[in-house]
């Protein structure tokens, strides 16, 4: 018997606004994303919703771009609906994997990279630190919008999704949060 899951996701953006800057972020396509697990294969082998979500940032100032996950208890995915008492129900936000893809390729993350917790994000551009300048390739991090800019100021978001057996079935859910901010 085939234990049913279902992954749900919703997507959250967030921006920073310091010293008059003006930055946005913007998703264009995929906010509330779905997985549904029903053959072993998925679950051992995951499910990759590519393409899956779009964003666009348009910043006035250089900025950082980075992700994490948001959930109830951190690093754990919510539980809405449990359909069984086998396996653990405390799941790692970090069974999902995420790539970030520019036209100009100027994301730091190009592989799969597994989600952590907010408290603790993936940079896609930037970093923690003041970081210099950067107008093309990896890590640009120039002013710009994503219509004279697309080649830098826009992205892609591919998912990946590996629960593998030791889980219990149900319904869970977890918000990710992509974040702009003004590189300080």
Not at 19 to 48: A, W
Request: proline share 4%.
């Amino acid at each position: 018997m085939v234990r049913g899951w279902c992954f749900i996701f919703l997507l959250s953006l967030i921006s920073s606004f310091a010293r008059s800057q003006s930055l946005d972020i913007n998703i264009t396509r995929g906010t509330d994303l779905n997985f549904t697990f029903n053959t072993i294969r998925q679950y051992n082998n995951g499910i990759i919703l590519a393409g899956a979500t779009e964003i666009t940032v348009e910043s006035s100032a250089q900025w950082d771009l980075y992700v994490g996950a948001q959930t109830n208890v951190p690093g754990r995915w919510d539980l809405l609906d449990s359909y069984s008492s086998a396996g653990t129900s405390n799941v790692p936000v970090s069974i999902l994997e995420l790539r970030a893809s520019s036209p100009g390729g100027t994301s730091q993350q190009t592989a799969f990279f597994q989600l952590q917790d907010n408290s603790s994000p993936i940079f896609l551009i930037g970093s923690a630190a003041d970081d210099p300048l950067t107008a093309s390739g990896i890590g640009a991090n120039a002013p710009g919008d994503p219509n004279s800019n697309a080649f830098t100021h826009r992205f892609r978001i591919d998912y990946k999704l590996t629960p593998t057996m030791g889980y219990s079935a149900g319904v869970y859910s977890m918000t990710v949060v992509f974040t702009l901010a003004e590189d300080l």
